[in-house]
């Protein structure tokens, strides 16, 4: 079992950037790719971005690209999510969640931490 814990997020306006983090641990995870998914308020969880284990591969929601960013460090056994020109849309809970590969993390995620709550304002 994977441990999975985000941080990163707040309250920022309209335009603003965030940069969440999650950190794994409990087991080694650099070979599973991991990912992002929200949650917003009256809406179901809904995949955001994901990556492979060696990074060669990412895949990310139509309504975030060209704005977020996803990466990781396996080093350290954390994934990232740099989030440019927020809008109010992009209010929720962000979860890190983690996958035998990117096609398990968009479809069917193994698990998922309690989430970091984002909130953009106008």
Do not use: H
Not at 14 to 20: E, F, I, K, N, V
Not at 52 to 67: E, I, M, N, P, Q
Not at 80 to 105: A, H, K, R
Request: hydrophobic share 35%.
């Amino acid at each position: 079992q994977v441990q999975l814990v985000e941080s990163g997020g707040g309250v920022v306006q309209a335009g603003g950037s965030l940069r969440l983090s999650c950190a794994a641990s409990g087991r080694t995870t650099s070979t599973s790719a991991m990912g992002w998914f929200r949650q917003a308020p009256g809406n179901e969880r809904e995949f955001v971005a994901t990556i492979s284990w060696d990074s060669a591969l990412t895949y990310y929601a139509d309504f975030v690209k060209g704005r977020f960013t996803i990466s990781r460090d396996n080093a350290k056994n954390a994934v990232y999510l740099q989030m440019n020109s927020l809008t109010p849309e992009d209010t929720g809970v962000y979860y890190c969640t983690t996958g035998l590969n990117t096609g398990i993390v968009r479809t069917r995620p193994n698990s998922w931490g309690q989430g970091t709550q984002v909130t953009v304002s106008s």
